[in-house]
């Protein structure tokens, strides 16, 4: 049991590290990106390779995947640069559906479908960091230096630029914004510190394989983001939280065979989306509609 | 603020033989026109005329099939708007373009911040920039609503936001595009005052306007545009006397 609520709170860390990240760009550069898997996934491969392959230390395993990440964010920054709304998030798109492609081919790096099997778990300072309430330690100190740089840009003058990018980039460029460096600096911030939430996923796990990285899970991500709140500082984590425990929570309603809780949990998923954009298009923790 | 050099009447920013065509539309053709120290130019001429592609073509917003534009004596060629900006060419666009997600004092602070990353600031820097803004705020009217949203703003508050962002840089010559069109005539006095202050303080004002009672009030010189061509540019009587200009501006023009 108890393990059971730290693998919980281990598993919404990782997923609130994305969401945090996510949000970084879409509430406030307004760049709508579905891709976001994508760098979760290639934090976790070299995270797991270097981990394998190289040394097992977590600040050895968070530098390559960071490192890895923004370097392949850039291929992210460039249509970020030419395309805005849904034109970008077709490109992200683009990208997200390639990277599958490779994290299921290229077997050497990745094992392909089979995935990379016993990757060794998180070394902290010469300790091995195996259990869910250690890990959890790890995951939580993680979680709270992510949302602490964040919560910093965003109040700096590199947040304001952002949203004043958003709203109008001809305004901000007529104000002296270089818009496409402050563009590509988000997009490579936000890649690395999503692929904080790989590296950690690979060591708590010991196993990844590409089921992990899909379009489905982007989806799932920009859905805390929009669900708990676009744009705030605590709605991503609150959207993170919510849809990691909601499976759980209908898995505990006894009387409900247990085939038909896929089933069930989806439609509460749809309804519980469609009724929040009804009423609350701000998410749980942002602006009422109308106000 | 002070602003130096050059003296008053020599030019800042020199516009030669301007060429712009969209498709087979000339929109700008062969305007020349020099903007000078401490004086005020208005851009005049009927809707459709090129004012506005005229302020995108000097300010890198938009790509000039020819000519040349020099600012402070360089070419500018091949410069990105947002460097343009940085040396001091500020300016504000007719649909306003507010960060309108942002509070009023963030619309008027992120106008005074350039750099990708933050920077160390000194107190005394710091205050002084608050000070400056909280100027700025009193004299567009809107220190009452500095925490509030761009977008909750009534239209005439809108207005003078978009003033107070340019009020609040360092640039020294402003390019205006209809800033007091649609405003009630207390609104408009504010506006004169305004103007007419910054440009004693050593603004260089180029201004796109359609109330010729502005025009007349503000003006030291007026641009005349018609179909992408410089028609006249002279002194305020001189153009607003000129029948045949008046008659292509009040249109009975087949």
Same mark, same amino acid.
């Not at chain 1, 281990?10 to 976001?36: D, E, K, Q, W």
């Not at chain 2, 020819?66 to 504000?92: E, H, I």
């Not at chain 2, 109330?211 to 001189?238: H, Q």
């Given at each position: 049991?108890?393990? *059971? ?26 760049? *709508? ?39 392949? =964010? ?126 950690? *996923? ?45 499976? =759980? ?19 509460? *998923? ?22 | ?254």
């Amino acid at each position: 049991m108890e393990a *059971y609520i730290y693998n919980l709170v281990n598993l919404i860390a990782i997923y609130a590290i994305l969401a945090v990240t996510l949000n970084f760009i879409m509430g406030y550069a307004g760049i *709508y990106s579905l891709a976001h898997a994508v760098f979760f996934g290639l934090g976790a491969y070299v995270a797991a390779w270097v981990a394998l392959h190289v040394h097992p230390s977590i600040f050895v395993t968070l530098a390559a995947a960071m490192a890895s990440a923004a370097a392949l =964010s850039l291929l992210l920054a460039l249509p970020a640069l030419r395309v805005r709304g849904e034109y970008f998030v077709a490109a992200s798109l683009g990208l997200q559906v390639l990277a599958v492609t490779v994290f299921s081919e290229w077997k050497s790096f990745t094992g392909g479908i089979g995935g990379v099997l016993a990757i060794p778990p998180a070394d902290v300072f010469g300790v091995e960091v195996f259990k869910p309430q250690h890990f959890a330690i790890v995951s939580l100190i993680a979680l709270i230096v992510v949302i602490g740089l964040i919560n910093a840009l965003v109040h700096s003058s590199f947040g304001r630029n952002l949203r004043a990018i958003r709203d109008s980039e001809s305004a901000a460029a007529s104000f002296g914004k270089n818009v496409p460096m402050i563009k590509t600096l988000s997009v490579v911030i936000s890649a690395a510190l999503a692929a904080v939430a790989g590296a950690l *996923y690979a060591s708590y796990m010991s196993f990844i394989n590409v089921e992990s990285f899909t379009l489905d899970t982007s989806v799932l991500v920009m859905a805390m983001v929009i669900i708990g709140g676009t744009g705030t500082v605590a709605g991503p984590i609150v959207g993170a939280a919510l849809l990691m425990l909601l499976p =759980s929570a209908i898995s505990w309603i006894d009387f409900l065979p247990q085939t038909e809780v896929g089933a069930l949990q989806q439609i509460i *998923y749809g309804l519980g989306m469609t009724l929040l954009m009804i009423f609350r298009p701000g998410g749980i923790v942002g602006r009422r509609a109308g106000v | 603020m002070t602003r130096t050099s050059p003296a008053l009447g020599e030019p800042l920013m020199q516009i030669r033989k301007l060429d712009k065509s969209f498709g087979g539309v000339k929109a700008v053709q062969d305007v020349s026109l020099d903007l000078r120290a401490g004086i005020v130019t208005t851009l005049v001429g009927p809707n459709g005329a090129g004012k506005t592609t005229f302020f995108n073509l000097i300010t890198g917003n938009l790509a000039r099939d020819s000519g040349q534009v020099t600012w402070l004596g360089q070419d500018t060629a091949g410069l990105k708007p947002y460097r343009l900006a940085r040396a001091g060419v500020g300016r504000t666009y007719q649909d306003l373009r507010l960060f309108d997600g942002m509070s009023v004092w963030e619309n008027v602070l992120n106008a005074t911040e350039h750099g990708a990353f933050p920077m160390p600031m000194s107190r005394a820097h710091r205050r002084g920039r608050r000070e400056r803004m909280e100027h700025v705020l009193e004299r567009t009217g809107l220190i009452d609503k500095r925490h509030t949203r761009a977008i909750d703003l009534a239209y005439a508050e809108r207005k003078f936001l978009s003033m107070a962002r340019i009020m609040a840089t360092e640039a020294r010559l402003w390019l205006l595009d209809e800033p007091a069109s649609g405003l009630d005539p207390n609104s408009y006095e504010r506006f004169l005052t305004i103007l007419r202050e910054d440009v004693a303080g050593g603004v260089t004002v180029c201004i796109i306007e359609h109330n010729l009672d502005i025009v007349v009030g503000i003006s030291d010189r007026i641009a005349f545009l018609d179909r992408g061509k410089l028609l006249a540019d002279g002194d305020p009587k001189t153009v607003l006397n000129d029948p045949e200009l008046a008659r292509i501006y009040f249109g009975d023009r087949a």
